[in-house]
């Protein structure tokens, strides 16, 4: 063995015995069938689950944009084109932005994601008959295969993502009226609009028999399909805790300080950098907040709005990590542009918040809206601040850089593609965001 190569070995088992809370590279997945994917895969790119059959899962959530949408807090029902060329639709425009940042779908169909949404207010709970909290607690349907479908199950029912607003459709009709679950509710009614699509029932045939289709039917399908796609443990990190893979020496030093000095593994531990639990830590409020449509505050109190504890106040989900460079914005209303820039709020939270520059958030306009309302309100930006759980820490320049290129490591090429692509057309026959 050579000098260099000797030297090389060193380093890295010098780093190893540093970084002595590494992860385990031994995430579990959930098993898939390879027709109900594919099914998934057409669900998850159709507009037909929309109210107004103009928004897919994947207006929010495309791979262009790493499975997110690129914009600090997106435009749904309402909105017209993909990503960051997303516009207001002038002769249909929306109530509001949607109050929280798009977040990337890689890695859900492992079985330690057992808690969904910025404030977590779906996740198991062995103590309840379905083993699932949710919203809508004991009037949630039942018949789901697993907590990521339980999720799908979401989004169509918010008029801002894709329900549609002002009653202007059935699926809307029925979420005004409160008509969510049952006979007559927006899941039976979108369930029995796929249903009415010859392909989508013969491709339900092979997957469910001939039994009436159900929504869980289809959130089953669109959540193997998530599973599959978006898989991401084959990143230099992954195939470096596997032994079969090196780190360069930058990213080797980011390592060090990620699971030492910075800290930053406190929260962001595990295989996938997240502890899965809430924490606040002073980020700005950008945009509606998080309401009912009889209030009028912007505030955003985070976990507090599910457990009604005001220790939880202000606390968010951990995000994971994966592919994090190519996610942008960050923060649950995507207050930060850059990935510096959230890694810089960490260290000192508080002298960021009341400093923070609003010219970086990702928001399309919308004629008459002040997204900047809680942040010229002295009482919140207290609120927030007095909430925060991290202590200061001091990094060089020179050591964020490496920071980041530690975070370079945990990007998945082959989830950031995808296993599918997207399809060129759907069996609605609707466009499909390209």
Request: a negative charge; one cysteine or more.
């Amino acid at each position: 063995m050579s000098t260099a190569s000797s030297s090389c070995l060193a380093f890295l088992c010098l780093a190893r015995v540093a970084c002595a809370d590494l992860p385990v590279a031994d995430a579990e997945f959930m098993s898939v069938d390879s027709a109900q994917v594919e099914l998934g895969r057409l669900l998850f790119y159709d507009p037909i689950l929309s109210g107004n059959k103009a928004v897919s899962c994947a207006t929010c959530h495309h791979p262009k944009h790493a499975t997110a949408d690129g914009l600090s807090l997106g435009l749904g029902d309402g909105g017209v084109g993909l990503g960051t060329d997303r516009v207001v639709d002038k002769k249909n425009p929306p109530e509001q932005r949607i109050p929280r940042n798009a977040p990337a779908l890689f890695n859900l169909g492992a079985s330690e994601f057992n808690v969904f949404f910025h404030d977590g207010r779906l996740e198991a709970d062995p103590e309840r008959p379905s083993g699932i909290r949710t919203p809508l607690g004991a009037e949630m349907e039942a018949g789901f295969a697993n907590l990521l479908s339980a999720q799908t199950m979401f989004p169509v029912l918010s008029p801002d993502e894709m329900a549609g607003h002002y009653s202007e459709n059935d699926v809307a009709q029925a979420v005004r009226q409160g008509l969510l679950t049952g006979e007559g509710g927006a899941w039976d009614i979108l369930s029995k609009r796929v249903e009415s699509i010859p392909e989508y029932r013969a491709r339900f045939d092979g997957v469910i028999g001939k039994k009436p289709v159900r929504f869980t039917d289809i959130s089953d399908a669109i959540a193997a399909f998530v599973a599959f796609e978006w898989r991401a443990d084959n990143s230099l990190f992954d195939l470096y805790l596997r032994g079969v893979g090196r780190l360069n020496a930058e990213q080797m030093q980011g390592m060090q300080l990620f699971y030492g000095k910075a800290t930053c593994a406190t929260c962001h531990s595990g295989q996938f950098q997240t502890d899965h639990a809430f924490h606040a830590i002073a980020v700005p409020q950008i945009g509606p907040g998080k309401a009912g449509r009889f209030e009028t505050h912007s505030r955003d109190t985070g976990r507090m709005r599910v457990t009604g504890d005001p220790a939880d106040a202000y606390a968010f989900r951990t995000p994971s990590l994966r592919n994090v460079l190519h996610t942008a914005p960050y923060g649950h209303a995507g207050s930060h542009a850059t990935l510096e820039g959230i890694i810089r709020h960490h260290l000192d939270p508080i002298g960021s918040l009341k400093a923070y520059a609003p010219s970086q958030a990702v928001l399309p306009e919308i004629d008459g809206v002040d997204d900047l309302r809680a942040l010229s309100d002295a009482a919140e930006i207290k609120a927030i601040a007095s909430a925060n759980q991290l202590t200061p820490i001091f990094l060089t320049d020179d050591e964020i850089a490496l920071i980041v290129a530690f975070l370079g490591a945990l990007t998945d090429e082959q989830s950031l593609r995808g296993g599918l692509g997207v399809p060129k057309t759907v069996p609605s026959g609707l466009p499909v965001d390209q």
